[in-house]
């Protein structure tokens, strides 16, 4: 009998699942935690059928998690069984566990349908739960051993997520949960405050969540100097209102 395959390591969120093996530096898969249908069809794609979807005007998204937790298990098995089969290439009885990132403060009926889907359902032989900030803080520190950090042994973990967004205080890798806050904002409501913003200025993109959603990935950042960004932002609007009255008509006027 063969030794199993390296540990599966999956960081489970609202918004992307992420998954790789233990001891890559980085995940072998980033996909959509989702099941999306385009207007046009019937059938469902699953995670990363999704960016092969060449429909996807006012796609419709049917998520496994809710405000930062997991509600449908079903729906969650359909995600993980691609995810394990077609992207990792492997079999879960045949891995040496996995390792699973969990929101923190995890409810113990969902963490109760989690451990079914995990052992029965896929067949898995371990499973270990951690939460993102203690897994950040190890990393961390044993980037740098003689940093600060390393030092000390203490953090303030900030985890912006899909649904919502924890301050957590870190103390020699693990997390002090009395010390926990959250908001219930994330990733999410940024996307919809960007859908409002565009559909009020341009195009209605209020059902486009799919396509905000991209675009916030892709052209959005945190500024680290607001006045300055504002200042570039509105010269640039200047200089494309100025280049557009020297380009010419597209018009051709005709008079008797």
């Known amino acids: 009998m063969g030794s199993p395959s390296p540990m599966i390591v999956v960081d489970n969120g609202g918004g992307f699942c992420k998954a790789g093996f233990a001891g890559n530096k980085n995940p072998t898969a980033v996909v959509p935690n989702c ?7 019937k059938k469902w794609l699953i995670a990363d059928q999704l960016h092969h979807c060449d429909d996807i005007a006012g796609i419709s998204i049917r998520r496994p998690f809710d405000r930062g937790f997991l509600v449908n298990a079903d729906m969650q098995k359909e995600i993980w069984e691609r995810l394990f089969k077609n992207l990792l290439k492997t079999r879960p009885s045949d891995s040496a566990g996995l390792l699973l990132v ?3 403060f995890n409810l113990p009926s969902i963490q109760k349908a989690t451990d079914e889907l995990v052992f029965e359902d896929l067949g898995f032989q371990s499973l270990y739960v ?9 990393y961390e520190a044993s980037r740098s051993p003689i940093s600060l950090l390393a030092r000390t042994q203490c953090s303030l973990i900030v985890d912006c997520g899909f649904s919502f967004t924890h ?4 103390y ?4 002090i949960n009395y010390g926990v806050k959250r908001i219930d904002l994330g990733g999410k409501a940024l996307t919809n405050y960007l859908k409002e913003l565009v559909s009020y200025r341009a195009v209605n993109m209020m059902d486009e969540t799919y396509i905000m959603d991209d675009v916030k990935e892709k052209l959005c950042f945190v500024s680290l ?10 010269l640039q609007e200047k200089l494309d209102a100025d280049l557009f009255l020297l380009l010419p008509s597209p018009f051709h006027w005709h008079f008797s």
């Not at 099941?35 to 069809?41: C, K, P, T």
């Not at 951690?130 to 190890?138: E, G, N, R, T, Y």
């Not at 301050?167 to 870190?170: I, L, M, R, Y």
Request: aromatic share 2%.
């Open 35 to 41: 099941l999306s249908r385009s207007h046009s069809s």
């Open 102 to 104: 969990e929101p923190l």
């Open 130 to 138: 951690a939460d993102s900030p203690s897994l950040v803080h190890l």
């Open 167 to 170: 301050a957590a205080p870190v």
């Open 172 to 175: 020699q890798n693990f997390t």
């Open 225 to 234: 100097d607001v006045d300055h960004d504002l200042q570039l932002a509105r």
